[in-house]
């Protein structure tokens, strides 16, 4: 596939990306910003790919190296960091459903 | 494995995304959501390890111990009050990630002149502008909740002028780039100004704005992560990068509109400036006002003798980590059958949704909770509003001082109530510097001290009448 070809995709599925985006979230209660603004916090620690293909480099030279390596431990505590601190905001609010329940 | 079939099975990863999105937005399944979502995340990790072109192990696998190491033990150890930085601290750890990665691809590709096409040096430049303007800036964010530096917003001379400045010369730096200049200097110096002005656009808004700022700083890393996917021509770092960057903004806006202002006066309104003017006008109006303060034993009176109290939590119960006292206090009271109920701003405390969090935490039952609607109607037939560390959302100038700068916010009416109990611990401005009538109020009475002690003692009053 041509480059030019490829890029047109690219755009296609930003663009795309966009309209879910807004759609996917577009009834949340406020007392779920907290929570989805931390959710969506832990999502783009997806850059831990961009970060790995940077790093998993062979024969690169020292500054990619460690480049490459500072952008895998900032990325991998975007992501652990990220996915806990959500959990432990959501588990409080399991907590509370359980109670009307006798 | 091929690019071809790596970027095959990223599209699992997408989907799980998009499902804890989903499932994010509704109270019975956010959690699970979230769960999905790392799941989503570990398989992106292990096809990446499996993708061609991946072949040097060590840097990856020791970077992700020591970061991921590093944010288990901070968001395990972290104290539920202290969750608004670390989400910033995480997001800006993301940001940066972000930068790194153009740098890197910059840098690799930079020596043979001609390699970099137009699409992937306009990658590179915006990922490395945003990435470290959300660095910089989450990092002060961070630092003001934290408050390692005051929370006030922090102005000087020619602020904007500076400001505007330094970004027209991050901007011709970039542009530069895009165009093709290959100059190893050209990147540093972006990714320095870049993050320099995060710094800059960060310090001049207030502690209580932090919430929308982190949550457009949260879009902002989305977008850096969509851009370092147009650099590595990787569909699920653009999809789940541009996810994150629109349903981001979407938030921010919707945080705004919690708080009925528009996300661009959040960010270039300055908002404590406006202070010291409304205070004096404020000052004016209630010259002949005076606080009142009262005694444990006298607020314990009124409040085991009144039918109907509504406890008004704030940040300063969250501070203090009162919330288990206050349903402590709460229960003793009904059980001398006092009606009480808990009335929720959606901005108390610094992240909308705080003060649910927390009350959930020391198990108040549910049907307590009333939403500002429901408990405003309440307050005129409310014998005792207990404010317990609220301030910006329980102050009147909201609703009648056309000159406070947050005038027009919607507010708990606990002015409304017979009798108003504040319990604080100075009678310092709140969080955003804004002075309050509510405290001058001839209803009210303050209760100075520790959130936690004062609740604690008032209990132990109650329990001896």
Same mark, same amino acid.
């Not at chain 1, 806990?84 to 959501?90: E, I, N, W």
């Not at chain 2, 040097?56 to 972290?78: D, L, N, Q, T």
């Not at chain 2, 200097?185 to 320095?192: D, G, K, R, S, T």
């Not at chain 2, 039918?307 to 969250?318: F, L």
């Given at each position: 596939m041509s480059h030019g070809l490829l890029l047109t995709f690219e755009v296609t599925i930003l663009v795309l990306a966009i309209f879910l985006g807004f759609e996917v979230i577009s009834k949340v209660?406020?007392?779920?910003?907290?929570?989805?603004?931390?959710?969506?916090?832990?999502?783009?620690?997806?850059?831990?790919?961009?970060?790995?293909?940077?790093?998993?480099?062979?024969?690169?030279d020292t500054l990619t190296s460690v480049v490459g390596l500072i952008a895998v431990v900032l990325a991998s505590a975007n992501v652990v960091g990220g996915f806990?601190?959500?959990?432990?905001?959501?588990e409080m609010f399991k907590k509370r459903e359980k109670k009307p329940e006798p | 494995m091929s690019r071809e079939v790596t970027n095959l099975l990223y599209l699992i990863t997408i989907v799980t995304f998009i499902l804890a999105l989903r499932f994010l937005?509704?109270?019975?399944?956010?959690?699970?959501?979230?769960?999905?979502?790392?799941?989503?995340?570990?398989?992106?990790?292990?096809?990446?390890?499996?993708?061609?072109?991946?072949?040097?192990?060590?840097?990856?696998?020791?970077?992700?111990?020591?970061?991921?190491?590093?944010?288990?033990?901070?968001?395990?150890?972290?104290?539920?009050?202290?969750?608004?930085?670390?989400?910033?601290?995480?997001?800006?750890?993301?940001?940066?990630? *972000?930068?790194?990665?153009?740098?890197?691809?910059?840098?690799?590709?930079?020596?043979?002149?001609?390699?970099?096409?137009?699409?992937?040096?306009?990658?590179?430049?915006?990922?490395?502008?945003?990435?470290?303007i959300s660095f910089s800036g989450s990092m002060i964010a961070f630092a003001k909740l934290q408050e390692l530096i005051r929370g006030r917003p922090i102005t000087y001379p020619l602020q904007q002028l500076v400001n505007g400045v330094l970004f027209a010369a991050v901007l011709a730096a970039g542009i530069a780039i895009a165009a093709g200049a290959e100059q190893q200097?050209?990147?540093? *110096?972006?990714?320095?100004g870049a993050s320099l002005f995060g710094v800059l656009f960060v310090l001049p808004i207030g502690g209580a704005d932090m919430p929308v700022v982190i949550s457009l700083l949260n879009a902002f890393t989305g977008l850096a992560a969509a851009a370092t996917g147009f650099e590595l021509e990787n569909n699920v770092l653009i999809v789940s990068g541009m996810l994150v960057g629109a349903s981001g903004t979407f938030l921010t806006i919707m945080m705004g509109r919690a708080m009925n202002r528009s996300v661009a006066n959040v960010l270039f309104g300055a908002f404590g400036q406006l202070a010291p003017s409304a205070a004096g006008a404020a000052a004016g109006g209630d010259a002949d006002g005076q606080v009142r303060s009262?005694?444990?034993?006298?607020?314990?009176?009124?409040?085991?003798?009144?039918?109907?109290?509504?406890?008004?939590?704030?940040?300063?119960?969250?501070?203090?980590?009162?919330?288990?006292?206050?349903? *402590?206090?709460?229960?003793?009271?009904?059980?001398?059958?006092?009606?009480?109920?808990?009335?929720?701003?959606?901005?108390?405390?610094?992240?909308?949704?705080?003060?649910?969090?927390?009350?959930?935490?020391?198990?108040?039952?549910?049907?307590?909770?009333?939403?500002?609607?429901?408990?405003?109607?309440?307050? &005129?037939?409310?014998?005792?509003?207990?404010?317990?560390?609220?301030?910006?959302?329980?102050?009147?100038?909201?609703?009648?001082?056309?000159?406070? &700068?947050?005038?027009?916010?919607?507010?708990?009416?606990?002015?409304? *109530?017979?009798?108003?109990?504040?319990?604080?611990?100075?009678?310092?401005?709140?969080?955003?510097?804004?002075?309050?009538?509510?405290?001058?109020?001839?209803?009210?009475?303050?209760?100075?001290?520790?959130?936690?002690?004062?609740?604690?003692?008032?209990?132990?009053?109650?329990?001896?009448?």
């Open positions: 209660p406020t007392l779920l910003h907290t929570p989805l603004m931390s959710g969506t916090n832990a999502i783009h620690g997806i850059v831990i790919v961009g970060a790995m293909l940077v790093a998993g480099l062979d024969h690169k806990v601190v959500t959990d432990r905001m959501l | 937005s509704s109270p019975a399944t956010a959690r699970r959501g979230n769960q999905i979502g790392a799941v989503g995340m570990v398989v992106a990790i292990v096809v990446t390890f499996l993708q061609k072109g991946v072949n040097s192990y060590w840097e990856i696998i020791v970077g992700m111990i020591v970061g991921g190491a590093f944010g288990a033990i901070a968001a395990r150890k972290v104290r539920m009050t202290a969750m608004p930085q670390m989400v910033a601290l995480f997001n800006g750890v993301g940001g940066g990630a *972000a930068a790194l990665i153009s740098l890197a691809e910059f840098h690799l590709h930079a020596p043979d002149p001609g390699t970099l096409q137009a699409d992937i040096s306009s990658s590179i430049m915006l990922s490395a502008i945003i990435g470290s200097w050209l990147i540093w *110096a972006l990714l320095a009262a005694t444990v034993d006298d607020v314990a009176v009124m409040l085991a003798y009144a039918h109907k109290v509504v406890v008004v939590p704030g940040y300063g119960m969250a501070v203090a980590q009162a919330q288990h006292d206050v349903r *402590a206090l709460a229960d003793l009271l009904e059980s001398r059958g006092v009606d009480v109920s808990y009335a929720i701003h959606p901005v108390a405390g610094r992240m909308p949704g705080h003060m649910n969090v927390l009350l959930a935490e020391a198990n108040v039952p549910y049907p307590q909770l009333k939403e500002m609607e429901e408990a405003n109607a309440e307050f &005129p037939r409310t014998d005792v509003a207990l404010v317990i560390g609220a301030n910006d959302v329980v102050n009147p100038d909201a609703r009648n001082n056309a000159g406070s &700068p947050i005038y027009g916010m919607p507010i708990l009416n606990v002015d409304s *109530a017979q009798q108003v109990v504040v319990l604080k611990r100075s009678m310092n401005p709140g969080f955003a510097g804004i002075e309050n009538p509510l405290f001058v109020n001839p209803k009210t009475v303050m209760l100075f001290g520790d959130a936690k002690e004062s609740i604690e003692k008032l209990a132990a009053a109650v329990k001896q009448l």
